[in-house]
């Protein structure tokens, strides 16, 4: 308060002043105000103005004739220092001014006269003071305990058994006096008037009878023969009536313990209720946040049970739904969203039955209570960048838990970072919202005297969560100091300022034994369990006592919420999350330059063609690294699909857990991630395919090449999800995402052979289970057979081509090796060795019966039977495969002149450089030679494994002859049942099905229970062999 304000006062003051009143207690008056205000040696300042004041006053009204006019002209004056100080002063200051004034015109001899009572009521409306409040206060000051009755605002406190049951009464034992209290709730303060003089103290100070005090929070009314009667428990009278839903939080015998760790919490009970600040005290390891989680239902505790009103909620969650809300010490705010964005999207998650224009002025009132309105449309950042100051942060992470109204909260360390300024603003709010009805629990480490005061109990933790106090605030100084026995065990507060001290707690609590140099020496007078002990023995039979007189509501709380379903909570969330993502231009222009820019680096690099003499340019079917380009474009739309989904759950954690409250659908949330993130990558993988299939000359496979890549994306994108959902820290996402990438190169066929690899655990006939697991050997298998057989030049020979490559197989490879086996039998001596060939004949001949040709007239397929083999079997078999050769070296002729007719007809229809066009624009000679595997002039041919011979050249013209799906690499079908169906076709399907099995295990949190249950095992092992 500045000084020529209570310059103005200390005039206002003598103005109404009277001659011929008791100006002594008149001036008592003021010098209590001023005691309120200011320190000893300025209070005598002030006195002495007011002494000159009212001095001056009296000369004036000296001369009796020109008594009515001075008596005008100090009205005006009056009204005109009224005026300038109500400018000045908030509605609490102007209360407690009027209040003086009032009891300053009630302290002269006669009492109020007519004079003064004009000047209190011009002053209070001057003051803009609400008129029934003026008029209780009025009476209240002036009545002297003769004719007010109680009522909603006025308290009588008897220590007669008689009034213990009326209404407005409050029956306080051993009370020899009666005390009146009226509570003036626009000001959050009470006044309170005792009848006759006694030994009752208020915050240490004597109270004088007919005096009003003023009662604040942290007030204490004291006798060595009454319990203490506090701020709290009076206020609880007034409000509780006015609660509409009353609340019982009862906490009976839980506790916690980590493993591998004594930290935890140990058995505790306690109860609170509505209209209650509660604040958590504990040093740093006490298990505050711990508690708050077993509270909120976040953790299960391992004994005892939290209800409300008697429904236990780990038992019932369904039914205590929506009562609970938490705000983490964390920020909890979409950093990328504006502030009124991140409140109407959470509110649009709670109450589906309100309408946009009204749900919108709900968030619209909030913001404007909470002081947000005028940055409403600021985006909120984060901690480091920060766009609003941390006390505005604070606010709204406390309204998107205040727009659903829930009747408890919980705060884990409010005012962590912020001045003191900021942390009393945000601690008013809370307390105004207890007053409200909600019961609010706040964890808080280092409370000023004014937010200590605020709270209504106080629970204190201990080293390992024991409880080492439950009660009233203010009373827990006098607690420890009693434990003690520390010398000034009765002084709770300074008796000049009536500030606390609440840093005393834990000063108390962890004070150290000193050596003989007068140096802590790190233990502990007192040790935890020694406190625990103390407060169960100390408050055992009081709250036996308690529980037996707490009345439990019959009903729970009314919820106001009602989310939306599934169909529109996807809706919100896309919305939302989409926003936040447009709004970050860095995301926006990363994720967008990235695919385009990485397909113009690949593509350019590896265009190449000859720069000779005589050089044409650039001609698509003479590019070596057409294959390289294909696996390339699939491992970086692999790797863009992780990088792009690998923080989203991690980052969204914080906001799921205090979300995890409104019970919404884990569904709906996952889905909406899928849906966005797959429509990146659509995006992302169409500007690959765009720039990417342009530079290299690839055509009429876009929309190919773009599926492909789009659904291995897809893939990348959930097995990302599943990552960030199992792991709780980004850079463990990034460190992991190498082990994911790299197998998908080693083993996806393209730069080791499956037949090449360790042959332990791989087959030279097909390929190994866990190639089947990658998805890039299906994704490059789909492009890279498509692109070769359904390219518009090698569509109209790929019939012929397979044709040619099954009757070279056989006549120039299979047919010579049966041959070469036979002969070998009929030279060797060992039973087990003829035994394989035997088999291997009979095998191979058997197969080839089934296979194909068993319709073909031509040739008649051979039966062995089960007859032993001979010299005379040997013989049959030889000249069957004579005939078997000649059909194939005719069946190759026959294909090879059907296929040169068919390139005249193209010549003769389209021109004679077509061919040559259409080869060089559409055909690549490098993946012909990989998928038919000439390109390596060292590869054997075939291969004879045990009872089978092997084709190991052209896979891309050989059918497979597993019946389900089972295939070589690079086959053109793949086999289901009597089906065939192209490869293309297949390989998008399996990528799919992988697809919607990582949603499914995204879904239920396999991967992360399974590192949980991991982690169990691990702990337990650990503490056994500690044990041992």
């Known amino acids: 308060m500045s000084e020529e304000i209570l310059k103005a006062l200390m005039q206002l003051f003598a103005l109404v002043s009277s001659p011929n009143q008791n100006e002594e207690h008149r001036r008592d008056v003021v010098r209590?105000?001023?005691?309120?205000?200011?320190?000893?040696?300025?209070v005598e300042e002030y006195l002495a103005m007011y002494d000159s004041f009212v001095h001056e006053q009296e000369m004036r009204l000296s001369e009796p004739s020109k008594l009515r006019k001075r008596h005008a002209a100090s009205s005006v004056k009056v009204l005109k220092i009224a005026t300038s100080i109500n400018e000045e002063l908030n509605y609490y200051q102007k209360l407690v001014v009027l209040i003086q004034l009032l009891e300053f015109f009630n302290s002269g001899r006669h009492g109020m006269s007519s004079v003064e009572t004009e000047f209190a009521n011009t002053i209070s409306a001057t003051f803009n003071i609400n008129s029934s409040e003026y008029l209780e206060i009025f009476a209240f000051i002036t009545d002297n305990f003769k004719s007010q009755i109680p009522g909603s605002n006025l308290l009588i406190i008897s220590g007669e058994p008689g009034d213990k049951d009326k209404s407005g009464y409050y029956y306080l034992e051993h009370l020899q006096n009666e005390l009146r209290v009226l509570n003036l709730s626009s000001g959050n303060l009470m006044l309170l008037k005792a009848r006759k003089a006694s030994a009752l103290t208020l915050n240490g100070q004597l109270i004088q009878p007919g005096k009003v005090y003023f009662m604040r929070q942290g007030s204490s009314l004291r006798h060595r023969r009454l319990a203490p009667l506090t701020y709290t428990t009076i206020a609880n009278q007034f409000y509780k009536s006015k609660h509409k839903d009353p609340i019982l939080f009862e906490v009976k015998d839980i506790s916690f313990m980590y493993d591998k760790s004594n930290a935890g919490i140990r058995r505790m009970s306690f109860s609170s209720g509505s209209g209650n600040l509660v604040g958590i005290m504990g040093d740093s390891g006490s298990g505050k946040t711990t508690l708050i989680s077993l509270l909120t239902g976040m953790l299960k505790p391992e004994n005892g049970s939290v209800k409300i009103n008697g429904v236990d909620i780990y038992n019932h969650p369904e039914k205590v739904k929506g009562l609970i809300g938490y705000v983490a010490q964390d920020d909890l705010l979409i950093e990328d969203l504006t502030v009124y964005q991140n409140l109407y999207y959470n509110a649009k998650l709670c109450f589906a039955h309100i309408s946009k224009?009204?749900?919108?002025?709900?968030?619209?009132?909030?913001?404007?209570?909470?002081?947000?309105?005028?940055?409403?449309?600021?985006?909120?950042?984060?901690?480091?960048?920060?766009?609003?100051?941390?006390?505005?942060?604070?606010r709204l992470n406390i309204a998107l838990e205040l727009i659903r109204e829930p009747a408890v909260m919980f705060m884990d360390e409010p005012t962590s970072g912020l001045s003191s300024r900021d942390s009393e603003n945000i601690m008013d709010l809370l307390k105004e919202l207890s007053l409200k009805g909600k019961l609010i629990f706040v964890v808080i480490h280092q409370p000023s005297s004014e937010i200590f005061k605020m709270f209504d109990q106080l629970l204190v933790l201990d080293t390992g969560g024991r409880m080492i106090y439950d009660g009233e605030p203010v009373e827990a100084i006098n607690y420890f100091k009693e434990c003690v026995n520390h010398v000034n065990k009765e002084e709770s507060e300074c008796p000049l300022c009536g500030n606390v001290s609440p840093e005393q707690i834990l000063t108390i609590v962890n004070s150290n034994v000193l050596d003989e140099y007068g140096n802590p020496t790190g233990?502990?007078?007192?040790?935890?369990?020694?406190?625990?002990?103390?407060?169960?023995?100390?408050?055992?039979?009081?709250?036996?006592?308690?529980?037996?007189?707490?009345?439990?509501?019959?009903?729970?709380?009314?919820?106001?919420?009602?989310?939306?379903?599934r169909l529109n909570q996807l809706w919100v969330f896309i919305t939302r999350d989409v926003l936040a993502k447009l709004s970050n231009r860095q995301y926006v222009l990363i994720n967008f330059l990235e695919s385009p820019l990485l397909a113009f680096i690949l593509s350019s690099l590896i265009l190449y063609f000859d720069i000779g003499a005589g050089s044409r340019g650039y001609i698509f079917s003479q590019n070596p690294n057409l294959t390289v380009y294909i696996i390339l474009a699939v491992i970086i739309s692999i790797f863009i699909g992780l990088t792009v989904s690998a923080e989203e759950i991690i980052s969204d954690r914080?906001?799921?857990?205090?979300?995890?409250?409104?019970?919404?659908?884990?569904?709906?949330?996952?889905?909406?991630?899928?849906?966005?993130?797959?429509?990146?990558?659509?995006?992302?993988?169409?500007?690959?395919?765009?720039?990417?299939?342009t530079i290299m000359g690839i055509k009429d496979m876009g929309v190919i090449y773009w599926f492909v890549l789009f659904s291995s994306a897809v893939f990348a994108n959930l097995l990302g999800l599943n990552v960030s959902d199992?792991?709780?820290?980004?850079?463990?996402?990034?460190?992991?995402?190498?082990?994911?990438?790299?197998?998908?190169?080693i083993i996806s066929g393209v730069f080791v052979n499956y037949d090449q690899l360790n042959p332990r655990i791989s087959s030279q006939k097909q390929i190994p289970w866990y190639g089947e697991l990658i998805t890039a050997r299906w994704a490059f298998e789909a492009l890279a057979v498509k692109q070769h057989m359904d390219n518009a030049y090698h569509k109209h020979f790929a019939v012929f081509e397979k044709l040619k490559s099954e009757a070279t197989f056989r006549k120039d490879y299979w047919i010579p090796e049966l041959n070469n086996q036979m002969t070998k039998w009929s030279t060797l001596?060992?039973?087990?060795?003829?035994?394989?060939?035997?088999?291997?004949?009979?095998?191979?001949?058997?197969?080839?019966?089934?296979?194909?040709?068993?319709?073909?007239?031509?040739?008649?397929?051979?039966?062995?039977?089960?007859?032993?083999?001979?010299?005379?079997?040997?013989?049959?078999?030889?000249n069957t495969l004579d005939v078997y050769k000649t059909f194939y070296i005719n069946l190759y002729n026959r294909a090879d002149e059907l296929m040169e007719s068919e390139k005249r007809r193209l010549i003769t229809e389209y021109g004679p450089e077509y061919l040559i066009k259409l080869k060089e624009e559409y055909h690549n000679d490098n993946l012909e030679r990989f998928l038919r595997r000439t390109n390596d002039m060292f590869m054997s041919r075939i291969v004879v494994l045990d009872d089978e011979i092997i084709k190991k050249f052209d896979p891309i013209y050989t059918e497979p002859e597993h019946p389900f799906l089972k295939a070589h690499f690079l086959a053109p079908v793949k086999r289901?049942?009597?089906?065939?169906?192209?490869?293309?076709?297949?390989?998008?399907?399996?990528?799919?099905?992988?697809?919607?099995?990582?949603?499914?295990?995204?879904?239920?949190?396999?991967?992360?229970?399974?590192?949980?249950?991991?982690?169990?095992?691990?702990?337990?092992?650990?503490?056994?062999?500690?044990?041992?």
Do not use: C
């Open 654 to 693: 914080k906001l799921l857990r205090r979300e995890s409250f409104l019970n919404l659908s884990r569904f709906s949330y996952l889905s909406s991630k899928f849906i966005i993130l797959a429509a990146i990558s659509a995006i992302q993988t169409a500007l690959f395919v765009l720039i990417g299939n």
């Open 357 to 394: 224009p009204n749900l919108s002025r709900k968030v619209d009132l909030l913001l404007k209570s909470l002081g947000l309105y005028e940055i409403r449309n600021m985006k909120v950042g984060n901690p480091l960048n920060k766009k609003i100051s941390g006390g505005q942060r604070k």
């Open 32 to 42: 209590n105000y001023l005691s309120q205000q200011l320190n000893s040696q300025k």
């Open 976 to 1028: 289901l049942s009597n089906n065939k169906i192209n490869t293309y076709t297949v390989n998008l399907t399996v990528i799919w099905i992988y697809n919607v099995l990582l949603f499914i295990l995204l879904y239920f949190e396999v991967f992360r229970k399974l590192l949980n249950y991991g982690k169990r095992i691990r702990a337990r092992k650990e503490l056994s062999e500690s044990q041992l």
């Open 829 to 878: 001596v060992e039973e087990s060795e003829k035994l394989r060939i035997e088999s291997l004949v009979r095998n191979e001949i058997e197969k080839h019966n089934r296979r194909i040709y068993q319709s073909a007239s031509q040739i008649n397929p051979l039966n062995l039977g089960t007859e032993p083999f001979d010299t005379s079997v040997i013989r049959t078999v030889r």
């Open 726 to 745: 199992a792991l709780n820290k980004s850079v463990n996402v990034y460190i992991l995402i190498p082990f994911l990438i790299i197998p998908q190169l």
């Open 523 to 565: 233990d502990r007078k007192v040790d935890a369990d020694e406190w625990y002990d103390l407060y169960i023995r100390k408050h055992k039979t009081q709250q036996t006592d308690a529980s037996e007189h707490v009345q439990v509501p019959q009903k729970l709380p009314e919820v106001s919420f009602k989310i939306p379903n």
